[in-house]
């Protein structure tokens, strides 16, 4: 190895193997039984638990705790997915700090929740661990709906409606279903190729045909969906990324974070992913962070989140800020940018520090600063793109009522494309099962 | 600073802890770091004649546990002590020359026949110990050949023995009772009755602590089979407590000497035995959890609390409760209270919530946002709610005062005391008059 973090340019292998595969192993291990046991323990089985009413998809928690702590992980497991197909990659990537373990009373008590998420994890890995597919199909009710997007809501809820003995093609733009769960997530969180495994454990259902490289506008069309089923469910994501609309954020060496972070996911060799010597991530969400830390983990010398609010206003939870700052990210607030220098390649970025401007808005300090940059990462937030004619669109999203009705009749959205809930995977699978159970209460009706 | 030394029955020890007649006492080795730990005494594991018992060879233990796997009781099935008689007699000797200041008590267990308490008594006198402690307790094993809670679940019996054994010996005799009886007054009265200077109690506690469900055997399980054992440890301490007060305030036994076990581990566990009439006390299961140190906590604990409630010695602590401990029908029914909730203590697990609503009054209201308030009218004081109340002093009964109306009856709560014996809904109170 010749490169290192102080290797200008955007170069790959800046850190030994040994250290990559450091960097990017599980960030929070399975419990063994013995951690399970004492994490279980703590739980109080709450009356109405808050933590259940803080779960989008309302996982019996105290319930799948109580399970676990008799010596039934596995039905535990089973708790967990009745409500949440998807439970073991939420168990992961769930901001549970926000949610479940939020509402905990033991946070109110003692600052030191139950851990909820790991339990989840406990119980989901054990239960899919085993032979076999938990759930099984009704009879097969011969209709027919169409899932756009392969991703958590689609999932989800293609998974009831097979259960419930409907047959559902599933049609992703993409080659590999999952969504964000296969492309997006900082790769230490879903270690193992856990996103695939878990595609392939709720396929077991049967009754689901997953077709690939079918993006909607493109190689489908809504009109052609509707014709061929009885029922469409449009979970197709945010596939546009919103631009800086700054000058020279065309140049060499920046991109949107979304591409990076998927580039990162598929890549079967880390030490052969490139990444710049300076890093410089412009946005306060989950994206950015998850493009920022992995660059530190990869190997990059310096590393600046920049967020053009305040810190308090940035839609990363406070525990993912700290980890960010924890793995040595910088991270700057208040701060837009103005320009991305350079030379063909980016050398520079120029911000300029913000304030309220009383009317809810930014307004520019007149002070500007410059970062030193090989490398910047765009990640200022998704669009909706391609949304078929005939749907009401609103602040960007598909505009639905109850679960996940759309204004054109027989056509169903949820997910990140669709208005409601946080932009959470979690929420997502909440949306799409609860979309197919109305689907369902159509069908038989 | 509170002088902690301990006279029970003429035996003199530096704290009135003892170690329990048990595993940890059944070698000089243990017993040697027991008293290097700081213990006050030690009853020797039980002795019986050669040839020596045998154990199982299998588990001698089962548990209970309570959360994060926290010993909540330990059952066993092991017997006396199962190495000859003579090495046990050296080592006591030994141990009691190394430690003079320590309360050395062998406890013994022998055929119900006189010649052999009179063959075995005179070699412990020979060892120079301080006394015998007659375990008419073991409720497994032993009991099936005629000894142990065979003898201590029949009074005559144990009146004999002590009897024999008070004739035979110039040590003072303890009589260690078992819990496996209806009425522990029976056994103790019978005791004192036959000469004996001392009783102790609780022995354990008939018991099968779990079913291997896969085995369909009880647990310790040895090779399929499984047999009752005797429970100990936190969970039988309110059965000893009860059995200890029993003795303490039974007109014929009051005021005797009393070595309380059963569950004790902390200095508070002994202040509460000492208390309801315990002179001293005696640990096994919290030494068997954690090893020896636990003594230091304990004596610290004691000193410190008697300090700060101005007792010189232990024996202003003994019996101090007994005076309070009486018949349900003299308590004071004007005595009303109702629970009060700390709004800034409760971190809103809704427990309290649970258990009235669905096992109690529907005494506890639950808002829109999760506060849960006390319903005075429905409320009966049952307590539940402060006892599922995972944070301590979170919930609270507060009195309510003369005077003012209980909303759940009506009735003005009147000033003074009145007790079932003269209630109107008492049809003996109204047969007197």
Known sequence: MT????????????????????????????????????????????????????????????????QIQTGQPEAAGQTILDQNILGGMCARVCPTETLCEGECVREAAEGKPVEIGRLQRYATDRLMANDGHPYRRAAPTGRRVAVVGAGPAGLACAHRLAMHGHDVTVFDAREKPGGLNEYGIAAYKTVGGF????????????????????????????????????????????????????????????RDAVDFIAEL?????????????????????????????????????????????????????????????????????????????GNGAVREVEFAYTRDNGKGGLES????????????????????????????????????????????????????????GEDLTVTAVAQGRDAAEDIHARLSA | MANLASDFAGIKSPNPFWLASAPPTDKEYNVTRAFKAGWGGVVWKTLGFDPHIVNVNGPRYGVVHGADRRVLGINNIELITDRPLDVNLREIKQVKRDWPDRAMVVSLMVPCEEEAWKRILPMVEETGADGVELNFGCPHGMSERGMGAAVGQVPEYVEMVARWCK??????????????????????????????????????????????????????????KGTHGGYCGPAVRPIALNMVAEIARDPETAGKPVSAIGGIGTWRDAAEFLALGASNTQVCTAAMTYGFGIIKEMTAGLSRWMDEKGYERVS?????????????????LNYVTKARIDQDACIQCGRCYAACEDTSHQAIAMTEDRRFEVIDAECVACNLCVNVCPVEDCITMERLPAGTVDPRTGKTVEPGYANWTTHPNNPMAKAAE
């Open chain 2, 316 to 332: 202003d602590v003994v019996a101090r409760a007994v005076p309070n401990v009486t018949d349900w029908q003299h308590l004071n």
């Open chain 1, 365 to 420: 300090t007149g002070e500007t600063f410059r970062l030193k940059a090989d490398q910047v990462f765009k990640a200022i937030g998704q669009s909706l793109e391609g949304a078929p004619d005939g749907l009401t669109v609103e602040r960007g999203k598909i505009t639905v009522t109850g679960p996940g009705r759309t204004g054109l009749d027989g056509v169903w959205a949820g997910g990140d494309c669709a208005a409601g």
């Open chain 1, 265 to 341: 996911r598929q890549s079967d060799d880390l030490t052969k992913l490139p990444v710049g010597r300076h890093v410089v991530v412009i946005g306060g969400g989950m994206t950015a962070v998850d493009a920022a830390v992995q660059s530190r983990l990869l190997g990059a010398e310096d590393v600046s989140m920049v967020y053009r609010r305040a810190r308090d206003r940035m839609s990363a939870s406070e525990h993912e800020i700290d980890h960010a700052a924890t793995a040595g990210v910088r991270i700057i607030t208040n701060a837009q940018p103005v320009a991305v220098h």
């Open chain 1, 3 to 66: 490169n290192s973090p102080t290797t200008p340019g955007i170069v790959a292998g800046r850190l030994a193997p040994q250290a990559i595969a450091e960097n990017f192993a599980d960030i929070a291990p399975d419990f063994d039984p013995h951690e399970a046991a004492v994490a279980a323990d703590r739980c109080y089985f709450c009356y109405d638990a808050p933590c259940v009413a803080a779960c989008p998809t309302e996982i019996d928690i105290p319930l799948f705790i109580r």
């Open chain 2, 167 to 224: 004739a035979n010996t110039r040590m003072p005799v303890i009589v260690k009772l078992t819990p496996n009886v209806t009425d522990i007054r029976h056994s103790a009265r019978a005791a004192f009755k036959g000469g004996a200077d001392a009783v102790s109690l609780i022995n354990t506690v008939n018991s099968i602590t779990g079913v291997d469900l896969d085995l369909m055997a009880p647990e310790p399980t040895i090779d399929g």
């Open chain 1, 195 to 254: 996103a695939q495994a878990e595609v392939d454990w709720l396929l077991k259902i049967g009754g689901i045909e997953l077709r690939h490289g079918q993006a909607l506008g493109r190689d489908v069309t809504l009109d052609g969906l509707r014709n061929d089923h009885d029922a469409v469910f449009l979970g197709m994501g945010l596939a546009g990324v919103n631009a800086l609309g700054v000058e020279g954020e065309a140049r060499e060496g920046a």
